[in-house]
């Protein structure tokens, strides 16, 4: 099989670590750059720790699903 059988499973843990690190980093860093019309000033707090939350649990639900192998 084309990169192993737990293609899927590694899938799921590269996107939600990125989905997890990538929104709790926007909370913590905003960006640092000229902003123009329709940016905001910050991340959504709410809204990015919910989809934080949900890329953590996707990313250890993907390493326990790992292990258990």
Do not use: C, H
């Given at each position: 099989?084309?990169?192993?059988?737990?293609?899927?499973?590694?899938?799921?843990?590269?996107?939600?670590?990125?989905?997890?690190?990538?929104?709790?980093f926007?909370?913590?860093r905003?960006?640092?750059?000229?902003?123009?019309?329709?940016?905001?000033?910050?991340?959504?707090?709410?809204?990015?720790?919910?989809?934080?939350?949900?890329?953590?649990?996707?990313?250890?639900?993907?390493?326990?699903?790992?292990?258990?192998?």
């Open positions: 099989m084309f990169l192993g059988e737990n293609i899927l499973i590694y899938l799921v843990l590269a996107l939600g670590g990125a989905l997890a690190f990538g929104n709790l926007a909370i913590v905003p960006p640092q750059r000229e902003r123009t019309e329709g940016d905001l000033e910050k991340a959504p707090v709410v809204r990015s720790l919910f989809m934080g939350i949900i890329g953590l649990v996707a990313a250890v639900w993907a390493i326990a699903s790992l292990i258990s192998q």
